[in-house]
């Protein structure tokens, strides 16, 4: 199995790197491929099983828009296959059609998805999370920290139980395209979708650290599902 | 100006009620200042010499050092101590007896465009730029941008020169710059995240040529020739020594080494550039610096029995600021035992801390053989565990309590030399909680 992590020298912003730690702790008899942002990605002429991006800065949002604009084909194709991505925080941003910055420029997305998103930094959405997702008997739990907001239309990801905006759904989930806006980092924050992800991917042994995990989990579920929880 | 002197009369009025009542609230006067005249600041007596201090990391001990200084000169020094937002900045004003000689302001990268509007400093000083809090500072580009559209036009900037984000606040100016050009052996370059990996002229990889830490150090861009400014303050830091070398327009200072931390050494350098550039004398700098020493809320040390006990604030939400200080402990010789604290106190009384940042500060450094244990406590603590052991830590090495209360009955005191306590900046009262009980506990053992 191939392993992509794409930039994740700049695509690392609030602690997205423990996805990436989550994915090289467990994963790591399979090749794991670091692309950097000077690299072309390695999906581009090789079969790759799974895509990791990251949360970034709105500058280097701006280049990895660029960067990825000539693949889109590819990248569409690949979801079709069925091949598994899991795109965090802003990442999922870049799939749409395009992300107007708070400079007021706006930069052309994939296209894959029906999304557009306008950042504004100056009114950011904070908020705890908790949800649920399709097949699984464990909640989901999670942060948000937006400056940008999306117009994410049907197939959703996790369906909201708790969130400050009172939004009825989250993320986008298509075939093996999994991306959601949740931060946490969320393969840390939830050891039960974790091991459902990976088992798609074939990972069908213990995660690292996964009782240490599951107790943190527990512990942060009984919080937020507290009534008085502040969000 | 009726409005200025009502909020006047009303603020100090306040701030006497606060003093009768024992309450400390050193911000409120300034609340209700600006409550009453929201331009307040604009018709405060402003001081002749005016420093100004931002950045992500290093503001408070800066202005503490600053304020030290110039108070043993014997000046009238008002500072708004860590009360960074407008309403300490109007609480330091009103609390001015007489016209001051010199205001040391603190300023949060977000009060920046509210402050500059009714002051414009002598000197600005940005100590670094770095990731911060997710909540309050959302990204780095987003904090430049802010200190960068605000910039008083006629305040001279002082800037760190090993920091190009920062560099970045000064290109169309006249600046000052601060740097470390010599080596520093202690620093490390394998932080879980760089802000700047990337030539911001260019955009190819940018060539490290010494880390001081994260991404402050000497770079070059061997694209386009992109690299730190001249220092103005060129400094070379002699550990053995213990003395901090100064170069300024080919003069040659020599100064006592107040700090050994990398970080806290470019704090006290940032003070020196200021007071030479306000013509004050090297000696009167040396013998200051002979007896300085950080402000208590950051870093103090005591013993129990023979036992060093050091306690170090580890600004949690601030993944450099901690592993800064992780860092630092790292350095010390012997065996360590380390209590963590690093939960947000407002934010676990009533909701479920984010802990993302975890994820972004280098809990790997404690994988490390003389760290003999180590000791979490708090709401939080089950997710630092677990940051621990996907760090690599031995997990026989980690105990995990709920309660501070309890941190004390399980340090290992025979076998470590020395116990290192650090704390949030919101469990100040806690940490010093926990020293009295490591005395109590240990005092019972010696």
């Not at chain 1, 649920?132 to 996790?158: A, E, H, P, R, W």
């Not at chain 2, 009768?20 to 002749?48: E, N, Q, S, T």
């Not at chain 2, 053989?369 to 939080?380: L, M, N, Q």
């Not at chain 2, 020395?418 to 109590?440: A, G, N």
Request: some cysteine.
């Amino acid at each position: 199995m191939v392993i992509e992590i794409l930039y994740p020298e700049v695509c690392n912003l609030y602690g997205d790197s423990g996805n990436i730690l989550v994915i090289e702790k467990n994963l790591s008899s399979h090749n794991i491929i670091k692309t950097t942002l000077l690299d072309e990605p390695y999906f581009v002429k090789h079969k790759v099983d799974f895509v990791y991006l990251g949360s970034m800065t709105p500058s280097i949002e701006k280049k990895v828009m660029e960067k990825l604009l000539p693949y889109k084909d590819i990248i569409k194709k690949m979801i079709d296959d069925g091949v598994m991505f899991l795109f965090t925080g802003n990442a999922l941003e870049i799939m749409g059609k395009s992300v107007t910055f708070d400079d007021g420029t706006t930069t052309l997305g994939l296209g894959i998805f029906d999304i557009t998103s306008k950042v504004d930094e100056n009114n950011r959405y904070h908020s705890l999370f908790l949800g649920t997702y399709d097949g699984l008997d464990k909640d989901i739990v999670g942060y948000k920290c937006q400056s940008s907001v999306s117009s994410i239309g049907n197939d959703s990801l996790f369906k909201v139980t708790k969130e400050l905006n009172n939004a009825s759904c989250e993320g986008i989930h298509v075939n093996n395209f999994y991306g959601t806006n949740l931060l946490g980092p969320i393969l840390v924050l939830n050891p039960f979708f974790t091991k459902q992800l990976f088992a798609k991917l074939g990972y069908d042994g213990k995660l690292f650290a996964e009782d240490e995990m599951i107790d943190a989990y527990n512990k942060r579920y009984n919080e937020l599902s507290n009534e008085n929880i502040k969000l | 100006m009726f409005r200025y002197f009502i909020a006047n009369i009303l603020g100090k009025a306040s701030a006497l009620a606060l003093k009768i009542m024992k309450r400390r609230i050193p911000y409120y006067p300034g609340y209700i200042a600006l409550k009453i005249c929201p331009d307040y600041l604009k018709y405060v007596k402003k001081p002749k010499t005016i420093i100004a201090v931002t950045g992500t990391n290093g503001k408070s001990t800066l202005c503490g050092i600053l304020n030290d200084y110039f108070t043993s000169q014997g000046l009238y020094v008002i500072n708004n101590k860590g009360f960074n937002i407008e309403t300490g900045i109007a609480a330091m004003f009103l609390s001015q007896k007489r016209r001051a000689d010199v205001a040391i302001i603190e300023i949060d990268e977000q009060t920046t465009d509210k402050l500059f509007k009714y002051i414009t400093p002598t000197y600005y000083i940005c100590t670094n730029l770095f990731r911060d809090s997710m909540k309050n500072n959302s990204n780095i580009d987003y904090n430049l941008s802010l200190i960068k559209n605000s910039i008083p036009q006629h305040t001279k900037l002082v800037l760190n020169a090993d920091d190009l984000y920062t560099v970045a606040l000064g290109e169309k100016k006249d600046n000052i710059y601060f740097g470390i050009s010599s080596k520093y052996d202690h620093g490390y370059a394998s932080h879980i995240f760089s802000d700047l990996v990337y030539c911001p002229k260019c955009g190819s990889k940018l060539h490290v040529k010494d880390t001081k830490y994260f991404h402050i150090g000497n770079v070059e861009c061997l694209n386009c020739g992109y690299t730190n400014p001249t220092r103005d303050y060129d400094a070379t830091i002699s550990l053995e020594e213990k003395l901090l070398y100064v170069s300024h327009n080919g003069k040659k200072y020599q100064f006592p080494l107040a700090a050994t931390s990398i970080f806290n050494i470019y704090n006290y350098l940032a003070a020196i550039s200021v007071i030479l550039e306000l013509g004050y004398s090297e000696d009167s700098i040396s013998k200051f610096l002979s007896s300085a020493h950080l402000i208590q809320t950051r870093y103090r040390e005591s013993k129990v029995g023979n036992l060093p006990i050091i306690v170090y604030m580890a600004k949690g939400q601030n993944p450099v600021a901690c592993s800064s200080v992780f860092n630092d402990v790292t350095l010390h010789d012997g065996k360590k035992c380390l209590l963590l604290m690093l939960d947000d106190v407002m934010d676990r009384r009533d909701s479920t801390e984010t802990i993302s940042w975890y994820y972004d500060t280098d809990f790997e450094l404690f994988n490390n053989k003389d760290i003999e244990r180590i000791i979490i406590s708090g709401a939080r603590s089950k997710d630092v565990y677990v940051r621990m052991l996907l760090a690599g830590v031995d997990k026989e090495k980690i105990s995990v309590l709920d309660k501070e209360e309890d941190m004390a009955s399980v340090i290992p005191y025979k076998d470590v030399d020395k116990i290192f306590v650090l704390h949030d900046i919101t469990l100040y009262d806690h940490s010093c909680m926990v020293v009295d009980k490591i005395k109590e506990m240990g005092e019972k053992l010696w």
